[in-house]
T-cell receptor
């Protein structure tokens, strides 16, 4: 069964350092999402891509976060510099074009900033 | 401003009994509602959904009820099984736009 892949699964970094997460969506899924889930809360959308284009990044803290999906397949989310408040689970999801209700999530990357 | 709220952070149920998880929303423009289940160290997985034109959708042991006038939906699991122990997220969207998630309810089904 096709799955969304994410790496690394866990990341510990010191504040002010740069960190990057990678996501490989299900093959053929045109839409890719990055979510942040703080412990005890639900996932919050950071950025949504349709192919290689950003559809919604209104909740992305653009002073320190960046995301790209250069060839419309896999994607990278970067934080520079990391802050203590960035400690969270970062989830990637994908869906077929036009079917945003059918989102398939990866296992996530647990980020701890010390 | 939380548009989707799950007011019970946790729920404990005996195996074989019914589990009822509740969700309230404030945005009357939401037209599609979903429930996701999340095990530790895994991403959320889709469980069941309901369109705003319906008031009930059933899939095996899982049934979702929607009360639009009260802006309330609930997930019923009957009978509950220990393997159902997980965090359940309610989510909603409007015309295919971004999903808005609730804070989750941790369900514990005791053998």
């Amino acid at each position: 069964e096709a799955e969304v892949a994410q790496s690394p699964r866990y990341k510990i970094t010191e504040k002010s350092q740069a960190v990057a997460f990678w996501c490989d969506p299900i093959s053929g899924h045109a839409t890719l999402y990055w979510y942040r889930q703080i412990l005890g809360q639900g996932p919050e959308l950071l950025v949504q891509f349709q192919d290689e284009s950003v559809v919604d990044d209104s909740q992305l803290p653009k002073d320190r976060f960046s995301a790209e999906r250069l060839k419309g397949v896999d994607s990278t989310l970067k934080i520079q510099p990391a802050e203590l408040g960035d400690s969270a689970m970062y989830l990637c999801a994908s869906s077929p074009a036009g079917a945003t209700d059918e989102q398939y999530f990866g296992p996530g990357t647990r980020l701890t900033v010390t | 401003d939380q548009q989707v709220k799950q007011n019970s952070p946790s729920l404990s149920v005996q195996e074989g009994r019914i589990s009822i998880l509740n969700c309230d929303y404030t945005n009357s423009m939401f037209d599609y509602f979903l429930w996701y289940k999340k095990y530790p160290a895994e991403g959320p997985t889709f469980l069941i959904s309901i369109s705003s034109i319906k008031d009930k959708n059933e899939d095996g042991r899982f049934t979702v009820f929607l009360n639009k006038s009260a802006k309330h939906l609930s997930l019923h699991i009957v009978p509950s099984q220990p393997g159902d122990s997980a965090v359940y997220f309610c989510a909603a969207n409007n015309a295919g736009n971004m999903l808005t998630f609730g804070g989750g309810t941790r369900l514990m089904v005791k053998p």
